[in-house]
């Protein structure tokens, strides 16, 4: 049974979030993932910069997200980020976004982001031998 990877952090909401009426532009969510996602690299050690330093880049080419609950500027919202294993040669994420406040579930998603040479951007079809040994040590396999 593989081992379940995940991370919290936690994210003020700022000023430049919020329309005038104080809710959170609904872009800002996909900005939250990305928090969860640094959280989770910095914590799993998959960094983007350790990646970048290895020769690859990890962009999303796909993201999706559902909405249950407004956030409002001052908020503080709870990134919980779980990494979904899979054979193929990509990170899968799922999101829980939380009110830090009222715990309210406030959005759900996920991402998909894929392994291309930082040289010449080639698609990587198969993983590259660091992220198999990081699979390995946090048994991912």
């Known amino acids: 049974m593989k081992t379940v990877l995940s991370s919290r952090t936690e994210v003020l909401v700022r000023f430049n979030e919020a329309d005038p009426l ?25 960094g983007y910069l350790e990646v970048y330093k290895l020769g690859f880049v990890i962009p999303v080419v796909s993201v999706q997200c559902d909405f249950k609950r407004s956030l409002r500027y001052g908020d503080r919202v709870i990134v919980e980020t779980k990494f979904i294993p899979t ?55």
């Not at 969510?29 to 914590?43: C, K, L, S, T, V």
């Not at 996920?110 to 951007?121: A, M, P, R």
Request: proline residues 2%.
């Open 22 to 46: 104080g809710i959170v532009w609904h872009g800002h969510y996909i900005r939250y993932f990305e928090d969860g996602r640094e959280a989770f690299g910095n914590m799993h050690e998959l």
């Open 87 to 141: 054979e193929a040669a990509k990170l899968k994420f799922t999101y829980r976004l939380f009110n830090a406040a009222s715990g309210e579930l406030v959005a759900t998603g996920s991402s998909v982001q894929v392994f291309l040479s930082k040289e010449d951007s080639v698609l990587q079809l198969s993983n590259p031998p660091f992220f198999e040994a990081w699979k390995k040590k946090h048994d991912q396999c």
